[in-house]
């Protein structure tokens, strides 16, 4: 699945020209997530909406990682959620405020594939130690990456 960003390539054009088709979308993507960034900084879970095979919602509870311009996600392999994003890369995340059921950040956007192999591994052992977790109980486990990157970010109270 390519990066959306591939989508702003001009056909033809220069380096220079993409260079800034990405920079443009990475900034926007900051600029949308910089508002709510401690928001989402603390540990909270996410509610993942995806599109099942059949178009309808999906929904999971999962915990996240805050990138500078995206939302990480990581799960096993073999999860339904994985297989949605791979067929469909639309998603929406609404991150809940515990102590205030009145307040939470929803984030739509597409989801790219980062990694299969040892990153993701890696990433899912980090993202358990931000959450409380044992990073051991990942071991050896087949893990998925992906990056949301927001089209949309929008703070409720």
């Not at 205030?100 to 130690?129: F, K, P």
Request: charged share 25%; proline share 6%.
């Amino acid at each position: 699945m390519a990066p959306r960003y591939l989508g702003l390539l001009p056909r033809t054009g220069s380096i220079a020209a993409w260079l800034t088709a990405i920079t443009r979308v990475v900034s926007e993507a900051s600029r949308l997530i910089e508002p709510v960034r401690r928001f989402l900084s603390a540990p909270r879970c996410a509610v993942l909406s995806t599109l099942g095979p059949d178009g309808a919602p999906r929904q999971i509870v999962i915990h996240y990682t805050l990138g500078e311009d995206h939302i990480a996600l990581n799960g096993h392999r073999d999860r339904r959620w994985v297989a949605n994003v791979r067929r469909d890369p639309r998603v929406a995340l609404v991150v809940h405020d515990e102590r205030d059921y009145l307040h939470y950040v929803s984030i739509r956007g597409r989801a790219a594939l980062v990694d299969e192999g040892e990153a993701a591994l890696a990433e899912a052992m980090t993202q358990a130690e931000r959450y409380g977790e044992d990073p051991a109980d990942f071991a050896g486990q087949p893990r998925v990456s992906f990056r949301v990157d927001p089209d949309h970010v929008n703070e409720y109270r």
